[in-house]
C-alpha cells in the first residue's frame, strides 16, 4: 500500500516510535513571535537550558507591535511594549535571529517565513500559534504548539507528537468568477463543521488547487486549524519550486538542485489509502460570508441567516440563537445590503500580494463608502514595498483605505487597538469569535475582493459586480 505526503514527512522525520501511537519527530525551524515566543525563550532559562540550533528559530515581531506609521517599541496593547523588548532580549542571549521593527524583512510570521525561504517543501516547522498551518501551502508539515512545547523544541530540536489521521480534501472543478481560496475554505467548513477535521492532518488537492497560487495555497492551509485539523498541506508542484526559489535563506547551488529532485518526489501515492476523503465540485462554491460567531456559520454571500431551528442538533441549535444576539441578526436577514462600519484588510490569512492586488482591483477609482473605516494591513514589509513598488498603495488611500505597517493588527484584540462595540466590520482574517476584533465587535469573515466591495457599498456587497468594470 502507498503512502500519503503526510505518512512521508512524517516517516523522514521520525527519531522514535514511542508507543501508543506516539512518535518523537526531528523539527526543522522553530518559530517564535513576542507574543508567546518570549515565554517559550523565559522557560527554556528558567530551566538553564540552551537553544540547540539557534540558526534554525526564527524571531517575528508581529503580534503586538503597532501598525501606525512611526511605531516604536511603545504600543497601545497593555504590557506589551515589555513583551517586545523582553522577548528581543531573550533571543540575543540565545543568538536567535529576529526580524524586528525597523527591519525590512519584518512582518507575521507566517508570511515571513515562506518569504524569507525559512519554510520549505517537505520540513517541519512549529510554532507557538495556531496559524503556523499557513505553511503548508508549501508542501512543509507545520503545526501550532504550545509555549513550553516551543522551549523543548528549542532546547532538543524534537518533539514528542501523536500520529494524526490522514484526511485528502479534493477541490475538482474550476473556480467560479469572484470565488477565492478563501471562499473554497469557508465552503468547506460551513458544510462539514467547524470540527470537522479534528484529528487530522489533511492534504488539500484537485484541479482547483493545483490551479491556486502558492499564496492562495497558503489561504487554504490557514485556515485548515479553523475546521479543527491538526494540520493542512498542499503538495510541492512546479508552481512551488519556482516560487521558493532565490528565497534568501532557500538551498543554493548543488544544494538546490538535490533539493528540487527531493521536493518533485513529495507527493502521496497512487494507492495511498487516507482515513477519510471528502470531494467538493467548486461550481457549487459561491463568494462566501458568515454570518455569526464561528467560521462555520457561514452561507453564499447571497444567502440568508439560516434558522436556528435547522441546526443539527440542540446544542448547535443553542450556538447559532447566542451568535445571533451577539451578532444583532435574526434568522431569514439576507447578508448583502447589510450596512457595515469597519472594512479590515490583513492577517496571516489574507494579506500577502495577490490579496491586495485582488482588492485593489475593486477599489481603483472607487471611494468607501461614508462612515466607513477601512484599514489595510500588509502580512510582512516586502509585501507593503511590492505593493508600493505597483502603486497598489496609491489605489487603497485614494479609496480611503489606512495604509499600515505590516503585522497582526486588528485580527485579534488583545487590549489594545479595536473596533467598537456592536460594529459591523468585514474582515479578511481567520476568526469570527466574539470579541476578536474588539469588545463587542460582529465580525464577518470573507476574501479580500468581498472586503473591498462592501467597504465601497458601506454594506455587505457581492464583489461580482464590481470585478471588470475598472
Given amino acids: 500500500?502507498?503512502?500519503?505526503?503526510?505518512?512521508?514527512?512524517?516517516?523522514?522525520?521520525?527519531?522514535?516510535?514511542?508507543?501508543?501511537?506516539?512518535?518523537?519527530?526531528?523539527i526543522d525551524r522553530v518559530l517564535l513571535h513576542e507574543r508567546t515566543g518570549s515565554m517559550a525563550l523565559k522557560g527554556l532559562k528558567e530551566q538553564g537550558r540552551a537553544v540547540r540550533h539557534p540558526d534554525r528559530a526564527f524571531v517575528c515581531m508581529d503580534h503586538i507591535v503597532d501598525t501606525l506609521p512611526g511605531r516604536s517599541d511603545t504600543t497601545i496593547m497593555p504590557g506589551g511594549t515589555a513583551f517586545i523588548q523582553e522577548t528581543r532580549a531573550a533571543a540575543a542571549e540565545a543568538g536567535i535571529r529576529v526580524f524586528d521593527i525597523g527591519d525590512d524583512r519584518q512582518g507575521i510570521v507566517h508570511v515571513v517565513s515562506p518569504e524569507q525561504g525559512i519554510a520549505l517543501p517537505g520540513a517541519t516547522l512549529v510554532c507557538p500559534d495556531s496559524h503556523t498551518c499557513t505553511q503548508g501551502g508549501l508542501g512543509a508539515l507545520a503545526w501550532g504548539i504550545g509555549s513550553t512545547e516551543a522551549a523543548h523544541a528549542l532546547a532538543t530540536q524534537t518533539l514528542v507528537v501523536k500520529r494524526p489521521k490522514t484526511m485528502r480534501v479534493r477541490f475538482d472543478g474550476a473556480l467560479p468568477p469572484g470565488v477565492g481560496a478563501k471562499d473554497m475554505i469557508l465552503h468547506l467548513i460551513a458544510a462539514h463543521g467547524a470540527g470537522g477535521g479534528a484529528g487530522y492532518a489533511i492534504e488539500f488537492t484537485g484541479s482547483a488547487v493545483s490551479a491556486l497560487s502558492v499564496e492562495a495555497r497558503m489561504t487554504l492551509c490557514n485556515m485548515a486549524v479553523e475546521f479543527a485539523a491538526w494540520t493542512g498541506l498542499v503538495a510541492p508542484d512546479a508552481k512551488t519550486i519556482d516560487w521558493v526559489k532565490g528565497r534568501p535563506f532557500a538551498p543554493k547551488g548543488d544544494l538546490w538542485d538535490e533539493a528540487v529532485a527531493d521536493w518533485r518526489g513529495l507527493v502521496s501515492d497512487a494507492d495511498a489509502v487516507f482515513d477519510k476523503e471528502i470531494r467538493i465540485d467548486c461550481a457549487d462554491i459561491a463568494p462566501t460570508i458568515t454570518w455569526g460567531t464561528s467560521p462555520q456559520h457561514a452561507v453564499p454571500l447571497t444567502g440568508h441567516v439560516p434558522h436556528p431551528d435547522h441546526a443539527t442538533d440542540a446544542t448547535a441549535a443553542q450556538a447559532r440563537r447566542r451568535a445571533l444576539d451577539y451578532m444583532g441578526l435574526k434568522a431569514g436577514d439576507a447578508l448583502i445590503g447589510l450596512p457595515i462600519d469597519g472594512a479590515f484588510i490583513g492577517s496571516c490569512t489574507n494579506s500577502r500580494l495577490p490579496d491586495l492586488r485582488a482588492a485593489a482591483a475593486v477599489l481603483k477609482g472607487r471611494k468607501v463608502a461614508a462612515g466607513v473605516r477601512a484599514i489595510c494591513v500588509p502580512g510582512s514589509m516586502q509585501v507593503k514595498a511590492a505593493a508600493e513598488a505597483e502603486g497598489l498603495h496609491v489605489v487603497f488611500q485614494a479609496a480611503g483605505f489606512e495604509w499600515r505597517e505590516s503585522g497582526c493588527s486588528m485580527c485579534f484584540f488583545a487590549g489594545g487597538e479595536h473596533f467598537g462595540k456592536g460594529e459591523r466590520v468585514v474582515t479578511s482574517t481567520n476568526r469570527n469569535f466574539e470579541n476578536r476584533q474588539g469588545p463587542g465587535t460582529r465580525s464577518h469573515l470573507a476574501s479580500p475582493v468581498t472586503v473591498a466591495a462592501s467597504a465601497i457599498a458601506g454594506h455587505i456587497a457581492d464583489p461580482r459586480s464590481f470585478l471588470g468594470e475598472g
Fill in 1 to 26: 500500500m502507498g503512502l500519503s505526503l503526510v505518512e512521508k514527512l512524517w516517516a523522514r522525520h521520525c527519531v522514535a516510535d514511542l508507543g501508543d501511537g506516539t512518535d518523537l519527530l526531528y
